[in-house]
C-alpha cells in the first residue's frame, strides 16, 4: 500500500488567495483526519470525517476553512481567503475504525504551506 | 480536555545509552495511547500503540508502558544509536475518538 497520500508537498500563495490541499486515505480505512502543526502550537485536530461523513469540526479555526470528503478514497482541506497566519505543515491520516481500540492512525507525508 | 505533557522537551544522550521518554495525560479515560517519531522536515511515523487494556508493547529495541491510572506512559529506547535522533510524540486517543499529541521530546544520539 502506498499509505496516505497528499498534495501538494508544498504551497507557497499570496495572502487572499484560495488554497486546497488534498489527501488520499489507505484504502479500506473508513475514518479520515485532518491536523495542522505549528512551532507554537504543535499537532492540532482540525477536522475528522467517519464513512465519509464530518463527525467534529471544533478544531476548524475559522469559516474560512472547510472540508469536504466526497468518497472513500479522496479528501479536500480549503482555505479561502488564505491568511499569513494560515502557514503551517497539515497533516491527513487515516485509520481502520475509529471505534476499535487498534485504531491505529497514519499519517500522510504532509502540505507545507506558506501563505506570504 | 485532554492534555498531554511531555518531559524532558530534549535530550542529549551518547550512543549506546538507554533512552526514558515521558508523557502525562488529564483525563484516563482513553481508548489507547500511540507513539510517534518524526524526523525535521518529515511526517509522523507510527511506533507503537497500546491499547487501554494492555500495560505494555515491544517492538524490536522499543518499548512503551501505559499505568492508565496515573494517567503515564514511558517510551524507552535501549541501546541508542545516531539513526534514532528525532522527535518522538505522545498521542492520546480519548473516548471521542480524537487524537491529543503532546508537544514532544526531541533527542539527539551523539555518535
Known amino acids: 500500500d502506498a499509505g496516505v497520500i497528499q498534495s501538494p508537498r508544498h504551497e507557497v500563495t499570496e495572502m487572499g488567495q484560495e488554497v486546497t490541499l488534498r489527501c488520499k486515505p489507505i484504502s479500506g480505512h473508513n475514518s479520515l483526519f485532518w491536523y495542522r502543526q505549528t512551532m507554537m502550537r504543535g499537532l492540532e485536530l482540525l477536522i475528522y470525517f467517519n464513512n465519509n461523513v464530518p463527525i467534529d469540526d471544533s478544531g476548524m479555526p475559522e469559516d474560512r476553512f472547510s472540508a469536504k470528503m466526497p468518497n472513500a478514497s479522496f479528501s479536500t482541506l480549503k482555505i479561502q481567503p488564505s491568511e499569513p497566519r494560515d502557514s503551517a505543515v497539515y497533516f491527513c491520516?487515516?485509520?481502520?475504525?475509529?471505534?476499535?481500540?487498534?485504531?491505529?492512525?497514519?499519517f500522510g507525508p504532509g502540505t507545507r504551506l506558506t501563505v506570504l | 480536555k485532554q492534555e498531554v505533557t511531555q518531559i524532558p522537551a530534549a535530550l542529549s544522550v551518547p550512543e549506546g545509552e538507554n533512552l526514558v521518554l515521558n508523557c502525562s495525560f488529564t483525563d484516563s479515560a482513553i481508548y489507547n495511547l500511540q507513539w510517534f517519531r518524526q524526523d525535521p522536515g518529515k511526517g509522523l511515523t507510527s511506533l507503537l500503540l497500546i491499547q487501554s487494556s494492555q500495560r505494555e508493547q515491544t517492538s524490536g529495541r522499543l518499548n512503551a508502558s501505559l499505568d492508565k491510572s496515573s494517567g503515564r506512559s514511558t517510551l524507552y529506547i535501549a541501546a541508542s544509536q545516531p539513526g534514532d535522533s528525532a522527535t518522538y510524540l505522545c498521542a492520546v486517543v480519548s473516548n471521542d475518538y480524537k487524537l491529543s499529541f503532546g508537544a514532544g521530546t526531541t533527542v539527539t544520539v551523539r555518535a
Open positions: 491520516a487515516s485509520s481502520f475504525d475509529r471505534e476499535s481500540s487498534y485504531n491505529e492512525q497514519f
